[in-house]
């Protein structure tokens, strides 16, 4: 079955204008979330902002994190606020602000 409805039938071409307008919005989430969301790091606490617009202040010293080859994990108090890749712009200053105050898990 080709990709694009060659045929005359009703089915397939609802299904695949139904899948395109599900892909758009799919694809058009995930970008406003890349553009929306925001880290801003202090001398003493960082500033999340979520998706919707929500900021939320954590600082230093509360936090704890895990760190992998690929992302740096954030708790406060046994609960994940963060999952930072390692491709994001802040990821290794964030580490190394809270780096005094945490504790390294490594995979081995």
């Known amino acids: 079955m080709p990709f694009l409805p060659t045929t005359g039938g009703v089915e397939i071409l609802v299904m695949f204008f139904v899948l395109s307008i599900l892909m758009t919005l799919f694809g058009i989430t ?3 979330y ?14 999340y902002r979520s998706m919707f617009g929500k900021s939320i202040q954590y ?12 992302r740096i994990d954030i708790y406060v ?11 994001s712009e ?6 190394n602000r809270i780096e005094p105050y945490m504790e390294k898990y490594q995979n081995e």
């Open 30 to 32: 995930f970008i406003w």
């Open 77 to 87: 108090d046994k609960k994940c606020i963060l999952k930072i890749s390692a491709l």
């Open 34 to 47: 890349y553009i929306v969301w925001e880290i801003r790091i202090g001398d003493h606490e960082f500033i």
């Open 90 to 95: 802040n990821w290794y200053e964030l580490s």
């Open 59 to 70: 600082e230093y010293t509360e936090c704890k994190c895990v760190v992998t080859p690929a």
